[in-house]
Structures are given as structure tokens and as C-alpha cells.
């Protein structure tokens, strides 16, 4: 089974960055794409931010021109840069991975991100 370890949240103030990252526990053969998801309290979980192992790039348009996804398919990370933190970004921020081999749906355990002044 896939795991996937996220890493990098905290607290950070306002106008403030944080860099997330996450790796696999084990090497996934092929990948569709790679992703990162939030939830905020009492709100639904929320896509971020995605891209795909052909490079394709797509943003919430509540993020576009202050977060940036990169990763490294060929060893399973994937990364985001938070610039320009708001107190609206204060969620737990989930890595996500849709594999073809082995094929399935992975999920990180979160990490919380708060800004707060």
C-alpha cells in the first residue's frame, strides 16, 4: 500500500510563506497526477492545486498567482510554495496521488497550515 508523508505546515502570519511537500513510502510505477487538497473547519475539502505527470498545471482560482506546485514524478514528491498567506488559506492541506501502477486513490494524513497574526 502507497503512503504518502506530507511535510512543511505551520503557523505563519500574514503576507507570510510556507513551502509544503510530499513523498511516497514506496515507488509508484506511473502516475496520473499529483495534488493538494484542503479542509478548512466546518467546509468541505477543496482542490488546491494539481499537475499532472505530463505537466499540466491547474490552480484554485482562490490561490493563482500565490501558490506554486512543482514535483519530481520520477521519485514520487510533489511540492507547494504558499506566498502571500491569508488567514483563508488556514486549512489542513492534504497530499494527493491518482496512480495508475499500482493503480488507486492516495491520500497523506494533512498537515495544518494556520495564519494568524
Known amino acids: 500500500q502507497v503512503q504518502l508523508v506530507e511535510s512543511g505546515g505551520g503557523l505563519v502570519q500574514p503576507g507570510g510563506s510556507l513551502r509544503l511537500s510530499c513523498t511516497a513510502s514506496?515507488?509508484?510505477?506511473?502516475?496520473?497526477?499529483m495534488d493538494w487538497y484542503r479542509q478548512a473547519p466546518g467546509k468541505q475539502r477543496e482542490l488546491v492545486a494539481s499537475?499532472?505527470?505530463?505537466?499540466?498545471?491547474n490552480y484554485a482560482i482562490s490561490v493563482q498567482g500565490r501558490f506554486t506546485i512543482s514535483g519530481d514524478y520520477a521519485k514520487n514528491t510533489v511540492n507547494l510554495q504558499m506566498n502571500s498567506l491569508k488567514p483563508e488559506d488556514t486549512a489542513v492541506y492534504y497530499c494527493?496521488?491518482?496512480?495508475?501502477?499500482?493503480?488507486?486513490?492516495?491520500w497523506g494524513q494533512g498537515t495544518q497550515v494556520t495564519v494568524s497574526s
Open positions: 514506496r515507488r509508484i510505477v506511473s502516475l496520473y497526477a
Open positions: 494527493h496521488a491518482n496512480a495508475n501502477d499500482p493503480i488507486g486513490n492516495y
Open positions: 499537475m499532472t505527470s505530463r505537466g499540466r498545471i
